[in-house]
């Protein structure tokens, strides 16, 4: 099946290959674009090498690739998933990556460590009050820095030669502009997104665990039970 997945333009990353490994093709389309910060970036470099924070969590793969190569010193540093991991490493910062694809679960992997800790969150300028809150209710001390913001690109997806399309964030699905069709199989990365489709009216055929490779794994079972092929 080929599949339109929701990215920002240049940041497909190995999404290609992925979708292959599943036995399926992609290509990206693109209802936001970001705009980069470069004074939320100084400043939260600045802090780091002060030693401003004992834990760093990055929510996504972006800010880590615009800030990796400025970090010369660094705390504790907690990674979303492996493509944010990957960012960090190629700049040899080590990092602990999170066991699934959901910021909410930062506090509950740090536990009673995070009590006391000051924690930089270099992110998108996407309001996420809820792990804010659950930093500050276990004790933690959170810092956000907003490095880049989202903006609509105004630009219908095109769509007319996919048979699937994947929804990966929120965002991405309320700012798009696009026309469903009763062939399109409509996908949500995960349940957070799954969540805003359906407050829209749009049921997600397909909903993922917050990756990529699960979404795919979820489009073969869901295919499996209509006696498609998949893998």
């Known amino acids: 099946m080929k599949i339109a997945v929701t990215r920002l333009a240049g940041k497909e990353q190995s999404d290609a290959a992925r979708c292959a490994d599943a036995g399926h093709s992609c290509y990206s389309v693109h209802p936001l674009r970001s705009v980069v910060r470069e004074d939320a970036i100084t400043a939260f470099a600045d802090a780091a090498g002060r030693g401003e924070f004992d834990c760093v969590f990055f929510t996504s793969a972006l800010?880590?690739?615009?800030?990796?190569?400025?970090?010369?010193?660094?705390?504790?540093?907690?990674?979303?998933?492996?493509?944010?991991?990957?960012?960090?490493?190629r700049h040899n910062i080590d990092c602990e990556v999170l066991t699934s694809f959901y910021s909410r679960d930062f506090v509950?992997?740090?536990?009673?460590?995070?009590?006391?800790?000051?924690?930089g969150i270099p992110r998108a300028d996407v309001p996420n009050p809820s792990l804010l809150d659950a930093i500050t209710a276990a004790g933690g001390i959170a810092k956000e820095y907003r490095c880049y913001?989202?903006?609509p690109?105004?630009?219908?997806?095109?769509?007319?030669?996919?048979?699937?399309?994947?929804?990966?964030?929120?965002?991405s699905f309320t700012k798009a502009i696009?026309?469903?069709?009763?062939?399109?199989?409509?996908?949500?990365?995960?349940?957070?997104?799954?969540?805003?489709?359906?407050?829209?009216?749009?049921?997600?055929?397909v909903v993922g665990d917050g990756s990529l490779e699960g979404t795919l794994a979820a489009l073969n079972s869901f295919l499996a039970t209509r006696g498609e092929p998949g893998r």
Do not use: H, N
């Open 178 to 205: 696009w026309a469903p069709r009763p062939d399109l199989l409509v996908m949500a990365i995960g349940e957070i997104t799954a969540g805003a489709m359906r407050a829209a009216g749009t049921k997600p055929a």
């Open 108 to 119: 509950p992997y740090l536990g009673e460590w995070i009590r006391g800790k000051r924690i």
């Open 153 to 171: 690109t105004g630009a219908e997806l095109d769509l007319a030669g996919a048979g699937a399309v994947l929804f990966t964030s929120a965002m």
């Open 149 to 151: 913001t989202l903006e």
């Open 63 to 89: 800010p880590a690739k615009l800030i990796a190569p400025r970090l010369d010193r660094y705390p504790r540093v907690i990674a979303i998933g492996p493509q944010t991991a990957g960012e960090l490493r």
